[in-house]
Nanobody, 117 residues
Framework: QVQLVESGGGLVQPGGSLRLSCAAS????????MAWYRQPPRKQRALVAS???????NYDNSVKGRFTISRDNAKNTVYLQMNSLKLEDTAVYYC???????????WGQGTQVTVSS
């Protein structure tokens, strides 16, 4: 079973940047769908960005033009580049993977991103 470990979170000022990494314990080359979710304080977890095995990406409207999801199959890692961060981006960010339609989804443990002046 592949395990996912996020890193790269932290405290950043508004307008700053962070890059989150999601390292998988096994190969991700055959994983059809990978994504980043986030859960702000006292709110539900929601999809931020997703990337298919065919490199089709989708973004929530709130992050379009600011966030970029990418994957490096050689490193078994998925990234989320976050630029022009806003206060409302503060949340715990989770990595998600689904090997195929109907397969059990995998979650990382989450990494905290705090945007504050």
């Amino acid at each position: 079973q592949v395990q996912l470990v996020e890193s790269g979170g932290g405290l950043v000022q508004p307008g700053g940047s962070l890059r989150l990494s999601c390292a998988a314990s096994g190969s991700i080359s055959s994983i059809q769908f990978m994504a980043w979710y986030r859960q702000p304080p006292r709110k539900q977890r929601a999809l931020v960005a997703s990337l298919t095995i065919g490199n089709t990406s989708n973004y929530d409207n709130s992050v379009k033009g600011r966030f970029t999801i990418s994957r490096d199959n050689a490193k078994n890692t998925v990234y989320l580049q976050m630029n022009s961060l806003k206060l409302e981006d503060t949340a715990v960010y989770y990595c998600y993977a689904r090997r195929a339609v109907g397969s059990t989804p995998l979650w990382g443990q989450g990494t905290q991103v705090t945007v504050s002046s």
